[in-house]
């Protein structure tokens, strides 16, 4: 199959040949004919799939052999996605796409001003990228009229819900004329998404190129389990050991990314941070030296990481395991894409236990371990399972007490699994893992 073959015009292929893409990815196979059928989509895609083609290819040529001329602060599509380096990754990505064809492009967002925003807006732009936060204040502010829309994307809608965007969705929905096609692009599907794609789309085509919630399969997974005090620590161990070159890192929140950054500079290693707090050229400047390799140890929140696509990107390392299961998969799909392999390792903690157990169940499966001599935890990470339990092991029965015994204390401890097991009480019941709460989160963690 080519890109020819799916109906596409011939600037286009010429873009992609410039690209170097030759066959389209499974999921553009499916999306670029029906979307140019007119059909709304719900699609499932794996990160790094060629989602982002998948819709914008099809789109483009739309906007270029149908409709009418785009009229003054009008908009004819408009890709809505989770956070600003996802808008201008996108952006830059239509761009290219859109290279031979006489088509405006534009990307909007928050963190940086609106007035030029509003300057860009004036003469109408074909295709606009938005997060959903400027669209409408760009829209209240009456820089942005709706009535020429004939197309909407959402793209990584359950992240835009988990970040909280359900209200902006709500109040955008309501702006745009009925009549149009939306297409719903989502790395996985939660009951949430699911009500969404049923509020907002007509008879769609659902297109799942890969079973529910499965991680990338060429990425390979492992964990090491250590005591959280020593993940600095043993990150710089690894790093040294594997003779790591580029490594996204991934940390829970702005404060663990500084201060892991500051400890790396510390050690004379080349890394930089990005996290919601710091102003957005801050964080797209840290972002570009690292895909130019001037920076060696990316770390980041998940929120600033989201959607980055960055070429051969080896290794991906969970300082932290996130709190949202999902963000696991959307954390190591930054690595493996576009076909190559990757690696993700997490350094998980004894804290961690019930966010580890919650990954393995949602990717339905038990993460290996390795462990590192020398960073063997005191606190043991209990065992876990693709079924979401933990395996609690039995405690060590208590010593009697003696006079003067002064030996170590060990309560709260596991027993190791080498062990013998006690008398009294024998094996402990399973614990099932208390469900997460996927609710609204803030914005920025
Ligand atoms: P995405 O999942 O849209 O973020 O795309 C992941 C990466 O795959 C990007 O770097 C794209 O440029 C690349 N890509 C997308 N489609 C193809 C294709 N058909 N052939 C080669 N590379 C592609």
Redesign the pocket.
């Known amino acids: 199959m080519t890109f020819a073959t799916l109906g596409l015009i011939e600037p286009l292929l010429r873009s992609?040949e410039t690209?170097?893409?030759?066959?389209?990815?499974p999921v553009?196979a499916q999306a670029i004919p029906a979307v140019l059928a007119g059909r709304d989509l719900m699609a499932a895609?794996q990160?790094?799939?060629?989602?982002?083609?998948?819709f914008a290819l099809p789109l483009l040529q739309l906007l270029a052999m149908e409709g009418p001329k785009v009229t003054a602060n009008s908009v004819r599509a408009l890709i809505l996605v989770p956070t600003r380096e996802l808008a201008e990754?996108v952006h830059e990505?239509v761009r290219q796409y859109a290279e031979n064809l006489p088509l405006r492009t534009y990307a909007v967002y928050g963190g940086v001003s609106i007035n030029p925003q509003m300057m860009k807006l004036r003469s109408g732009v074909d295709l606009l990228v938005a997060t959903p936060g400027r669209l409408l204040d760009l829209f209240r502010q009456n820089a942005l009229k709706f009535n020429q829309l004939q197309t909407l994307v959402l793209d990584e809608a359950d992240r835009m819900l988990d970040l909280g965007f359900s209200e902006e969705l709500a109040n955008i929905y309501r702006a745009l004329p009925k009549k149009r096609q939306t297409l719903l692009f989502s790395a996985t599907f939660s009951d949430d998404i699911r009500l969404l794609a049923g509020q907002m789309l007509n008879d769609p085509l659902s297109i799942e190129v890969s079973p529910r919630n499965v991680a990338a399969n060429t990425v390979k997974q492992w964990i090491v389990t250590v005591d959280k005090k020593r993940k600095p620590e043993l990150f710089v161990h690894l790093m040294r050991k594997g003779k790591w070159k580029q490594v996204l890192v991934f940390a829970k929140t702005r404060n663990g990314v500084d201060a892991l950054v500051e400890k790396l500079q510390g050690l004379g290693i080349n890394a930089d941070g990005i996290h919601g707090d710091k102003p957005q050229a801050t964080r797209q400047r840290a972002l570009d030296r690292f895909k130019l390799s001037e920076v060696q140890i990316l770390v980041a929140t998940d929120v600033a990481a989201r959607?980055l696509?960055i070429?051969d990107l080896p290794l991906v390392v969970n300082f932290d395991l996130p709190i949202v299961a999902e963000d696991y998969i959307h954390r190591i799909g930054r690595t493996g894409?576009?076909?190559s392999t990757g690696e993700a390792i997490s350094l998980v903690c004894a804290d961690e236990v019930n966010l580890l157990s919650a990954i393995e169940m949602l990717t339905r499966q038990t993460l290996k371990r390795q462990n590192e001599p020398d960073f063997e935890p005191e606190h043991r990470v209990p065992d876990t399972d693709a079924s979401g339990q933990v395996i609690k092991k039995p405690k060590k029965p208590k010593k009697p007490k003696t006079s003067g015994g002064g030996g170590k204390r060990n309560l709260g401890k596991w027993v190791d699994s080498g062990e013998a097991a006690p008398p009294e009480p024998s094996i402990k019941p399973v614990r099932k893992v208390p469900v997460f709460n996927t609710g609204p989160r803030k914005r920025k963690p």
């Open positions: 992609l690209l170097g893409y030759q066959t389209p990815t553009q895609a990160t790094g799939t060629g989602k982002t083609a998948g990754q990505a959607g696509d070429e894409r576009a076909g």
